[in-house]
């Protein structure tokens, strides 16, 4: 399953709109990018998933071999590739931590993911990090995917 980890969606336990009232705005911002990744993934929509990736998105795929990891322009052909292979996606996401230190976000999640492969349903669950950037007005994805 370690091919398909940098590609695993979220879903969320709740919606965006439904959020706990304590969350600021500063926060809720990183949480709907996040929101929007997750259903370009279930939706396997490349398009959408490279328009939310930052130019300098580097992905190291959660292993400290450097063989395995990829920027922005690897994105795209590893998106491409492994969604030619699943026929459906599936993702359950719960936030435990946001935290926003200017111009970076980090949100800290634990995902629970299903890929529909040919007629096989394949599991993943996962803790990790979607780092953002700030791109002038807008949150862009640098890693986490």
Not at 67 to 96: C, P, S
């Amino acid at each position: 399953m370690a091919l398909m980890r940098p590609t695993v969606v979220l879903l969320l336990i709740g919606a965006i709109a439904h959020a706990d009232s304590s969350v600021g705005d500063a926060k809720r911002d990183p949480l709907q990018i996040c929101e929007r990744y997750r259903k370009a993934m279930e939706a396997r929509d490349v398009p959408t998933l490279i328009a939310l990736a930052h130019p300098r998105y580097h992905e190291t795929a959660g292993t400290p071999s450097p063989d395995d990891d990829y920027d922005y322009e690897g994105l795209k052909a590893i998106l491409t590739t492994r969604f030619r292979a699943v026929k459906e996606v599936k993702l359950k996401l719960t936030y435990r931590k946001v935290t926003v230190d200017g111009g970076h976000a980090r949100v800290e999640v634990q995902q629970e993911a299903s890929f529909l492969i040919g007629e096989r349903w394949v599991k993943s669950q996962d803790n990790h990090n979607i780092e953002l950037e700030r791109d002038g007005k807008r949150w862009l994805i640098i890693g986490g995917m």
